[in-house]
């Protein structure tokens, strides 16, 4: 069974930074793996901030999200990052990491293009 577990959420203030962090079990990265992260604040829907369609693929960032957010990975420990700097009240959300073992042509951005979601993490930005 799959299971992606989401850390690292918290309250932070304006400006700050914050890693959250998405360890994968039951699933090996490989390069056709897909991966994003994508967030949903109170009364609104959920949006994609930052995705991968493969391991050399395109990265997408959303409008918000870019020359803020970068996403990483430690493979042999199975685990996916978002590093956000600059952090804005705008950004308080609850974040989803999400990932699939198919690759994913074009924007990743489209929810059903994964199979496997973790359960959130909140992140409060202060101002």
């Known amino acids: 069974e799959v299971q992606l577990a989401e850390s690292g959420g918290g309250l932070v203030q304006a400006g700050g930074s914050l890693r959250l962090s998405c360890a994968a079990s039951?699933?090996?990265?490989?390069?056709?793996?897909?991966m994003g992260w994508f967030r949903q604040a109170p009364g609104k829907e959920r949006e994609g901030v930052l995705c991968i369609g493969s391991r050399r693929g395109t990265p997408y960032w959303s409008d918000s999200a870019k020359g803020r957010f970068t996403i990483t990975t430690d493979n042999a420990k199975n685990t996916m990052y978002l590093q956000m700097n600059s952090l804005k009240p705008e950004d308080t959300a609850v974040y989803f990491c999400a990932m699939d073992d198919s690759e994913t042509l074009g924007s990743c951005f489209g929810e059903s293009a994964y199979d496997y979601w973790g359960q959130g993490t909140q992140v409060t930005v202060s101002s």
């Open positions: 039951g699933f090996s990265f490989g390069d056709s793996t897909t």
